[in-house]
């Protein structure tokens, strides 16, 4: 697994918890931490989308 892969992968995962949360218990850790749709949770929301984005590619790797 290349570097972007693994770096990929930790921002799906981190936006998976943090959509957890949110569905489980209404907290939206980002915000939380950066504040609400401040520019660093905005960046940080990008990221994980294009991550996301990154993951669908991962599904057909033959790696």
Do not use: P
Not at 37 to 54: A, E, K, N, T
Request: aromatic share 12%.
């Amino acid at each position: 697994m290349k570097v972007i892969d693994k770096i990929a992968l930790v921002l799906i995962i981190i936006g998976a918890i943090n959509w957890g949360l949110i569905g489980i218990f209404e907290f939206d850790l980002v915000a939380a931490i950066f504040g609400q749709m401040s520019m660093v949770s905005r960046i940080i929301y990008s990221l994980v989308g294009i991550s996301g984005l990154w993951g669908i590619k991962l599904l057909f790797d033959r790696d």
